[in-house]
């Protein structure tokens, strides 16, 4: 059995990670805001998509589904969006014809650079006015454990267990 000790640093750490997740969420939020995200119509996921074909340059939609942890219908919904706007366009493979590779266009890659552009302005702005110099290297280290936060592999049962007999 924990001690009150213990059981008080278990109710520290969980409210440290409620902070934290609603923290990032309003950072996140305000980084979609303000680098134009929103007014692009574009959702969540479809952004996420975008900015996946992007790094990983043309996949098909099967990669992609896996990569985004999300069936293929789902890809294909949000990929109506991107291909109607011209921001992503389906080639064949060229080591197996049946399959297409999805990639994206110049137009698509133009809206990109000017999505980055406006979150790193208004990213450099923020910290240049609520963060001090002094405390810069403290969000140098804030980061350092965000970054680590995010890489950490953690098995947890996620299975869904029924109370009914």
């Known amino acids: 059995m924990g001690t009150s000790g213990e059981r008080q640093d278990t109710a520290e750490t969980a409210e440290t990670a409620v902070r934290l997740a609603v923290a ?7 980084i979609r805001e303000e680098a134009g995200v929103t007014s692009t119509g574009l ?55 049946r399959k297409s590779l999805l990639e994206v266009t110049e137009a698509g890659r133009a809206l990109y650079e000017t999505i980055l552009a406006s979150r790193d302005d208004w ?26 936060l995010g890489e950490v592999e953690l098995r947890i049962d996620r299975e869904i267990r029924s109370t009914a007999p």
């Not at 990213?123 to 680590?148: F, K």
């Open 123 to 148: 990213l450099i702005r923020a910290i240049e006015s609520a963060v001090s110099p002094g405390e810069r290297l403290v969000l140098d280290q804030g980061i350092e454990m965000l970054e680590r």
């Open 24 to 30: 990032v969420k309003r950072l996140q939020a305000r």
């Open 43 to 97: 959702s969540v996921a479809q952004v996420s998509i975008f900015t996946r074909l992007v790094h990983e340059g043309p996949v098909t939609a099967a990669s992609l589904a896996v990569a985004e942890h999300v069936s293929q219908q789902a890809i294909a919904q949000s990929l109506a969006g991107l291909k109607t706007g011209g921001l992503v366009s389906v080639q064949p493979d060229p080591a197996d014809g």
